[in-house]
């Protein structure tokens, strides 16, 4: 016999990932800023890419693989 799928469990990681997604996000933005006011000519984008994204490397997208395993499954779509 299956187990119930933790549905309950799935959605508060995924409201926990997401709060710290968007914390480390204004965290990363900010320290571009100051950044920035050290080198005003080089663009917000290319100073991040510079500064993180290319040092840090890319990494799966948690949150929506998250969702992907809810969507299949519950067998519907998230509403946004």
């Not at 006011?37 to 929506?64: D, H, W």
């Not at 992907?68 to 779509?77: F, L, N, S, T």
């Amino acid at each position: 016999m299956a187990r119930q799928p933790a549905i309950g469990r799935l959605d508060n990681i995924i409201r926990d990932l997401e709060q710290l997604h968007n914390d480390a996000q204004d965290i990363f933005d900010s320290h571009i800023d100051a950044l920035r006011c050290q080198c005003p000519g080089i663009p917000f984008g290319v100073m991040k890419s510079c500064e993180l994204t290319a040092r840090a490397g890319s990494a799966l997208n948690y949150i929506a693989a998250l969702k992907i395993v809810r969507e299949a499954v519950m067998g519907q779509k998230e509403k946004t």
